[in-house]
């Protein structure tokens, strides 16, 4: 079976959303990418749900659900931009499919105890929260949920337990390797969408590390070691960025 993503047909399907800015700056989804890259490696996964194309045009709540089919798991990647409307969405998608499990993750999503178990008596229809990088927590629970196991062992994520409602935080997940993590800009992830509708992107996030050296109490970034992307791997990328002429790149 081929892996490529593809529209969804008769088995569950996994849903990657993060809805872009509603400016004439309107960059291609780099977070999704990463994660869409990720699942794409779940050969055994992937048997058996269908792994649908990167949502990223902004619409109304209620005709997204009304469109989306056979929810196993969705995840939507919050920033400032796109929070309220992702929100919004997540709470029609779940009248829509009681069952599925609903994901939220990114800069605007609130970490700290006192704000996240807030976030979930708000927004009830939401159960869990990745705290991290995202791409290997996000395959884990795509498993663990297909499996009917418990989160409590999977790292970096808040989850809300469904039969409960209690709320558990499961502590930071390690470092990811820049080394292993797949790229969207060279494993086919971003080569159909941006095609598909470049006439819609402005341009395209890049990144070549991860991490940061400071200590800001206002941000949320809590990954300090400064990791780097290798260089032949950054090269290839700039290729990709030439190749399709790419004009803005924000980093």
Same mark, same amino acid.
Not at 45 to 60: A, G, H, S, V
Not at 222 to 233: H, M, Y
């Given at each position: ?68 089919? /056979? ?11 796109? *929070?309220? =409307? %992702?929100? #919004? !969405?997540?709470e029609e998608v779940r009248k829509k499919f009681p069952e599925a499990l609903i994901v939220t993750g990114g800069p605007s999503i609130p970490k700290d105890p006192e704000l996240s178990d807030n976030f979930f008596r708000q ?37 809300? /337990? ?11 997940? *390690?470092? =990811? %390797?820049? #080394? !292993? ?32 050296p400071f200590q800001c109490s206002f941000c949320t970034y809590n990954l300090k070691k400064i990791r780097e992307k290798p260089i032949d791997k950054v090269k290839c990328e700039i290729k990709w960025i030439g190749r399709n ?7």
């Amino acid at each position: 079976m081929s892996l490529k993503l593809r529209n969804c047909m008769s088995k569950k399907n996994i849903y990657m959303v993060q809805f872009g800015t509603g400016t004439n700056v309107n960059l291609l989804p780099l977070a999704a990418g990463q994660l869409v890259s990720r699942l794409k490696q779940e050969t055994e996964l992937l048997e058996k749900y269908n792994l649908c194309e990167i949502i990223f045009r902004r619409q109304d709540p209620k005709e997204f659900a009304s469109k989306i089919e /056979d929810v196993f798991v969705i995840g939507f990647s919050c920033s400032l931009w796109n *929070k309220n =409307l %992702s929100i #919004n !969405t997540a709470e029609e998608v779940r009248k829509k499919f009681p069952e599925a499990l609903i994901v939220t993750g990114g800069p605007s999503i609130p970490k700290d105890p006192e704000l996240s178990d807030n976030f979930f008596r708000q927004h009830p229809y939401i159960y869990v929260i990745c705290t991290g990088e995202g791409e290997d927590v996000f395959v884990a629970l795509c498993n663990h949920y297909a499996q009917k196991k418990s989160f409590a062992d999977i790292p970096g994520i808040i989850y809300r /337990d469904r039969d409960t409602s209690d709320i558990h935080n499961t502590g930071q997940e *390690k470092f =990811l %390797s820049m #080394n !292993t993590l797949p790229s969207p800009y060279l494993d086919g992830t971003f080569d159909d969408l941006y095609q598909k509708y470049k006439s819609e992107f402005s341009g395209i996030v890049w990144e070549t590390t991860r991490g940061c050296p400071f200590q800001c109490s206002f941000c949320t970034y809590n990954l300090k070691k400064i990791r780097e992307k290798p260089i032949d791997k950054v090269k290839c990328e700039i290729k990709w960025i030439g190749r399709n002429n790419i004009k803005y790149v924000a980093m």
